[in-house]
């Protein structure tokens, strides 16, 4: 019996994990989409699940794991982070 519910709780953790890696993905793609109609983009962290499911009326197999801004930039905004150059941060072994 105790190894059945150690499966179960297993079964639950590895189904709230699964939504992240094609959800990152689907992010990703739809930001280059946002820049290719000139629009900005920002994925934001630290939200509130539960509030944004019920926000949005989610049903209980809906788990929100991105929240994801899309809108026109403002000239002069914040310039981007200093970045090292990809060959510098980059190597092949």
Not at 23 to 49: K, V
Not at 52 to 67: H, K, N, T
Not at 70 to 91: C, F
């Amino acid at each position: 019996m105790r190894q059945n519910k150690a499966n179960a709780a297993n079964r639950q953790a590895r189904l709230k994990q699964t939504p992240e890696k094609p959800a990152t993905f689907a992010g990703a793609t739809l930001m280059y989409a946002a820049q290719a109609f000139g629009l900005a983009s920002c994925p934001m962290g630290g939200f509130d699940p539960d509030g944004v499911a019920r926000e949005f009326a989610l049903g209980p197999q809906e788990i929100p794991v991105m929240l994801l801004a899309v809108g026109h930039g403002e000239a002069g905004n914040w310039p981007p982070k200093p970045r090292r150059a990809v060959a510098d941060a980059l190597g092949l072994a």
